[in-house]
C-alpha cells in the first residue's frame, strides 16, 4: 500500500469516527451510555449469534458462486478470505476496498484466476444492490402510510432516482448487445487516445475494462443457466437481508423504556442505513440512516442513537477484529506454504 492511499484511508476513517462522535454528542452522550447500559443481554446474546449466521450465510453464497464459475479448492479457506475483505469493507466507503483484496487472496490460497474472484464478486454486490433496493421501496411505502408523503419527501426522490440509475445501469450491463458496444467504443477511443498505439497505458486500461464487463455478464450467464447456483444464490441473499432487519429490530427491544417500531420500520431503517453506509466509512452511515428513520418514526434520539450504535457494535466492529485476525491467519499460512 503506498503512502497516499494509505493517508487516504486514515482520513476516510478519521471522517466517519468524527461523524459518529458527533451524532453521540447531540444525542448526549450521559443519556445515550445510560439506555445502553439498561439493554437486554439475552436479546443482544441472539443479536450477535444471527449475525454470526449471517457471516455464514455470505460466506456459502460465495462459495456457491464459486462453484458455479468452475472454481477448484475453494473449501474451510473462503471463511477467513470473506472475513479479511469484510473488514476492509466495513473500514472504506463504498464497501468495495475489500473486493479486489478478497480476489487476489482467492488466487494465492486456491489457485484460481482473479477473473473468477472479481465476477463473483460482481455478481454478489448486484444481487444485494438490488435487494437493498427493493427493500428500500418497501420501507419507504411504510414510511409514507405511517407518515405521509410530505415528511419522507426528498428521502423517496433520492432513493428513487439513485435506485433507477443503479437498474438501468444493471440492466444495460446484462444486454450483450450494449456491452459490445461500450466495449468497441472504449478500445476505439483509447486507440485515438493513444494514436493507434495497442502497447499504451490508455489501451490497456480499455482492455482491463473491457475484461471487468466482460467477468461480470459472464458470472450473471452462469446464475442464470445453473438453476441450484441461481436459486441458492438468491434465497441466501433474501435471508441474509432478513437476517439484517430482523437484528435490528431486536436491538430496538433490548432497550430499555419499551420502544416500539414494527418490523417494517426495522427494514426501512437497516436499507437507508445500508445505503448510506455505502457513502460514509466505519459504520458512521449506518448510524445516522438508522438514526433518522428511528426519529421519524417518532422514537426520542438518544434511545435511536442507541440502537444505532448497538446495531453497528453488534454487526461492522465485530467484522473488524474477525478480519484482523484472519488477515493474520492467512498471512502465516502463505509464509509456511512458501517455506515448503
Known amino acids: 500500500m503506498d503512502i497516499g492511499r494509505k493517508w487516504k484511508d486514515i482520513l476516510y476513517i478519521g471522517l466517519g469516527l468524527f461523524l459518529i462522535s458527533v451524532l453521540l454528542l447531540r444525542a448526549d452522550v450521559t443519556d445515550t451510555l445510560d439506555i445502553l447500559k439498561g439493554t437486554r443481554i439475552d436479546l443482544i446474546a441472539l443479536v450477535l449469534l444471527l449475525y454470526f449466521f449471517n457471516i455464514f450465510c455470505k460466506v456459502m453464497r460465495w462459495h456457491g458462486l464459486l462453484k458455479g464459475m ?29 473486493e479486489p483484496v478478497r480476489a487476489i487472496m482467492l488466487k494465492e490460497h486456491t489457485g484460481n484466476g482473479i477473473s473468477k474472484g472479481i465476477a463473483t464478486i460482481f455478481a454478489e454486490k448486484s444481487m444485494d444492490i438490488l435487494t437493498i433496493l427493493f427493500l428500500a421501496l418497501l420501507g419507504l411505502i411504510y414510511l409514507v402510510n405511517e407518515l405521509g408523503f410530505e415528511d419522507v419527501k426528498w428521502m423517496v426522490i433520492a432513493i428513487c432516482m439513485g435506485g433507477s440509475i443503479i437498474v438501468l445501469v444493471i440492466l444495460l450491463l446484462v444486454n450483450r448487445r450494449f456491452l459490445e458496444l461500450v466495449n468497441s467504443k472504449m478500445e476505439r477511443t483509447a486507440l485515438t487516445l493513444s494514436h493507434g498505439k495497442r502497447g499504451s497505458k490508455p489501451y490497456r486500461i480499455a482492455i482491463r ?6 467477468r461480470y455478464h459472464s458470472s450473471l450467464r452462469t446464475i442464470v443457466r445453473n438453476p441450484w447456483c441461481g436459486t441458492g444464490t438468491i434465497i441466501l441473499t433474501i435471508a441474509i437481508w432478513i437476517n439484517e432487519a430482523l437484528r435490528f429490530y431486536l436491538v430496538v427491544m433490548a432497550l430499555p423504556g419499551n420502544v416500539q417500531v414494527t418490523f417494517m420500520g426495522a427494514v426501512a ?16 452511515g449506518n448510524v445516522f440512516g438508522s438514526k433518522s428513520i428511528l426519529e421519524l418514526l ?43
Open 70 to 98: 468452475g472454481a477448484r479448492n475453494t473449501g474451510a479457506i473462503t471463511l477467513p478470505i470473506f472475513l479479511a475483505s469484510l473488514a476492509l469493507n466495513n473500514s472504506t466507503p463504498g464497501k468495495v476496498g475489500g
Open 209 to 214: 475494462l473491457q475484461g471487468a464487463i466482460d
Open 269 to 284: 431503517a437497516i436499507s437507508v442505513a445500508n445505503i448510506l453506509g455505502f457513502i460514509l466509512p466505519i459504520g458512521a
Open 298 to 340: 417518532s422514537v426520542k434520539e438518544t434511545t435511536a442513537m442507541a440502537a444505532s450504535l448497538l446495531q453497528v457494535a453488534t454487526s461492522l466492529w465485530i467484522s473488524i477484529p474477525l478480519g484482523l485476525i484472519s488477515l493474520a491467519y492467512l498471512r502465516t499460512r502463505s509464509k509456511k506454504a512458501g517455506n515448503q
